[in-house]
């Protein structure tokens, strides 16, 4: 089993920034993509950002320029610095991984980001 354990959200104005962190543990053999979703009041659940294990990113289109994903595979971390917050940034952010062999998935337990205009 693995555990994620999300931190960094809180409440910022529009146009401050907040660096969001996801410590992955327990049975890990080797982890494949790490990612973050959000999800919004009454809204589905959306992929923000992804970054496989060779570093390869992808970006929502409405986060391009302004959020960047990372991660340290030493220490399984995903992390999402995000910039220029605006007040459509607001959800509940989850990380969510892939490990191998068998690529299981994994859901963080969320943490909430809050943009005031």
């Known amino acids: 089993q693995v555990q994620l354990v999300e931190s960094g959200g809180g409440l910022v104005q529009a146009g401050g920034s907040l660096r969001l962190s996801c410590a992955a543990s327990?049975?890990?053999?080797?982890?494949?993509?790490m990612a973050w979703y959000r999800q919004a009041p009454g809204k589905e659940r959306e992929l923000v950002a992804q970054i496989t294990s060779g570093g390869s990113t992808n970006y929502a289109d409405s986060v391009k320029g302004r959020f960047t994903i990372s991660r340290n595979n030493a220490k399984n971390w995903v992390y999402l610095q995000m910039n220029s917050l605006k007040p459509e940034d607001t959800a509940v952010y989850y990380c969510?991984?892939?490990?191998?062999?068998?690529?299981?998935?994994?859901w963080g337990q969320g943490t909430q980001v809050t943009v005031s205009s």
């Open positions: 969510y991984v892939v490990t191998l062999p068998y690529r299981a998935n994994y």
């Open positions: 327990g049975s890990i053999f080797s982890i494949n993509a």
